[in-house]
């Protein structure tokens, strides 16, 4: 489909990009979505900077290794007053890290989803109210099972 895609050649992904900011429960807080060829801390900031007004008590960011360096660390603290904690991996293979399983379990919850699972929309705007939509459902299901 057309609309806003791009290329990141790092990831070898043609495409868009998901970004989330979920809370401990892995419930999304932030969503936003960016073509490909947009950079991980770059997409950060621009999430970051559409939710530091409505979460007031957030003090501690975990990421990945992507965001890892001074810069993103610095503009985390100049702008929101947030504390970077880059969850580095153990070893070779699979390992259980703390904290970063969460948004992976998210991630793992949107792409059961059959919408969601491939990227079949024209708009950015629509995959995120897309992905709040499947989180809405997930979250009525457990409050009142079938």
């Known amino acids: 489909m057309g ?3 791009g290329f990141d050649g790092g990831k070898r992904l043609t495409g868009r990009k998901r970004f989330l900011c979920v809370d401990t429960e892995g419930f999304p807080v932030a969503v936003h ?3 490909a060829s947009v950079g991980e801390r770059e997409g950060a900031k621009q999430m ?3 939710v530091k007004d409505r979460l007031p008590r957030l003090k501690k960011l975990w990421v990945d290794g992507g ?3 001074a810069p993103f660390a610095q503009w985390a603290e100049q702008v929101g007053g947030w504390v970077v904690e ?3 991996k153990i070893g070779e293979g699979f390992t259980v890290l703390p904290r970063r ?3 992976e379990r998210t991630f793992a919850w949107l792409y059961k989803a059959r919408r969601l699972s491939r990227d079949f929309e024209r708009l950015c705007e629509t995959v995120e109210s897309f992905i709040y939509v ?3 459902r997930l979250i009525v299901n457990r409050l009142a099972p079938a």
């Open 48 to 50: 970051l900077e559409e």
């Open 134 to 136: 499947t989180m809405i």
């Open 101 to 103: 399983w969460v948004v």
């Open 33 to 35: 979505v960016v073509a």
């Open 86 to 88: 880059v969850v580095q």
């Open 67 to 69: 965001f890892d360096g």
């Open 3 to 5: 609309g806003e895609r």
